[in-house]
């Protein structure tokens, strides 16, 4: 071990750690395996000590520890990110925050909780009471709150509540500064933003206070198509019906369902689906609205949570990747958002240019007001240079890709920039920049006295 690391350990007092390298480097790591790029790039990265917090002082003592040693610090929650989110490039202190996990209050309709909370629990105890998260990732049985706020961007509610961006989404967060004497700060409403997506680069988060949604009796439906197209015009009809309160609409291009091993009885031989998850006191008008569109619904059950049972959003979001790379390692993925004014064109035109190639599947999501799709196609992997060529086709057509090949926020991002809200606060609260280095590649590390 580095002099640096022996003289942290000695400052962390009664922090628990962990320093066996087996353990911290299986902690040093997430999905980062489903692109065959950061594979290459970070298959043997590990951090070289182990942090478990369980309370916010912790954090704080950690924090301090390394902004006086010089030792880089990057969070860690579930460990589901796909880009080496919580992988720590330059070693140091991965900490990890599940064990806190406590909700600190809950009032009709907020919640505020410890970001080790997973997104399961938070459900569960939420809904006896008439009330649920908004959104979620398809990760909700393993990821946790934090890490969802600063690692994800939306998922299973997005249809009806948009990303994590769109304001009022996220409350307030209260984070703590990377400096000798870290400072704990709350921002509320608007200044919530800095630590969105921001992978941990602009402070650590202790606690979230997030606005919750009605909790409907949610029924998972599948609705078979004869091709993508009616497939996706059935699910814009669905898209489009604000009186339909749904969660989940989901079309996916065969051949993509016969991966689905589970619901073979509900994927025919060529049919493109339409997967929903749709309140029951809706079920009747969104039967009437898929009919219409040519969809025969083939699957029809209570969203089921519990082990041993798997809910239909697990073949939705990036578990439809995951469901191909459980049988064919040599395929990859794509998260691309369809201009609103011509979705279903410019994904059909994706269709045709690929072929094969790609295995379309899309997920509809209001974004800044308006109804439309983003899309995770699956995509056979041959060469990067090939994979950044699909990338700039899909580009030059108009649809924004956030490239999952790549490490950094900047490049992962749909705009090529880093947030400027978020570059900026960054100076203020991690002026050394050790908070999990190299991610934000456009704040350039300041020399401190090590
Ligand atoms: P981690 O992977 O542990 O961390 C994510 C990032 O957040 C890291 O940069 C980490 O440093 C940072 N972080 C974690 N906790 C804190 C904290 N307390 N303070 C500061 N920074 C912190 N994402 C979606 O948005 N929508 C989806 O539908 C979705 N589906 C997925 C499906 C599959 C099969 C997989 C593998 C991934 C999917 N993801 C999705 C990505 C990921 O699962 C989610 O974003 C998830 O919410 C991340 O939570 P986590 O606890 O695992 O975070």
Known sequence: RTSRIENLLQDLGGVPVVTDPQRVRKRSRDFFWYSPVLNEELKDVSG??????????????????????????????GGTGNYGQCVPLEGGVVLDIMGMDKI???????????????LNKLDDTLRPNGWESRMHPSTKRTASLGGFIAGGSGGVGSVTWGGLVEPGNILAARIVTLEAEPRVIELRADAA?????????????TALEMPLAPAYPWIDIIVAFDSVEAALK????????????????????????????????????????????????????????????????????????????????????????????????????????????????????MVDIFGDE???????????????????????????????????????????VANPHVVTLEDGSRHKRANADQFGFKGEVDPLGLLNPGKMRSFLRRSGPF
């Open 104 to 118: 600190e209050w809950h009032r009709a309709d907020v919640v505020r909780a410890e970001p080790g909370i997973r």
């Open 358 to 400: 790609l295995m379309p599947h899309f997920e509809f999501i209001r974004f800044g007001g308006k109804m439309t799709f983003s899309g995770l196609p699956v995509v056979r992997y041959t060469t990067r240079e090939r994979l950044w060529e699909i990338i700039a086709i899909h580009e030059d057509n108009g649809i924004m």
């Open 193 to 205: 933003q800095k630590i969105n997506r921001a992978y941990g680069t602009t402070g650590i988060i």
């Open 48 to 77: 070289e000590v182990l942090v478990e917090a369980t309370s916010e002082a912790h954090v704080i003592a950690t924090a301090a520890a390394c902004a006086r040693h010089g030792v880089p610090l990057t969070v860690r929650g």
């Open 234 to 349: 059935g699910g814009q009809a669905v898209a489009y019906a604000d009186g339909i309160a749904k969660k989940l609409v989901t079309p996916i291009g065969w051949p993509l369902p016969s991966y689905f091993t589970p619901l073979k009885e509900a994927a025919p031989e060529g049919k493109s689906l339409l997967l929903c998850m749709i309140a029951q006191n809706s079920i009747e008008p969104f039967k009437d609205l898929v009919r219409r569109a040519g969809g025969t619904i083939t699957h029809e059950k209570p969203t089921a949570e519990e082990p041993g049972s798997i809910p239909l959003y697990e073949y939705c979001w990036n578990h439809s990747t995951l469901q191909v790379l459980k049988s064919d390692r040599s395929y990859t993925y794509l998260q691309c958002l369809y201009p609103a004014d011509r979705a279903i064109e410019s994904a059909l035109k």
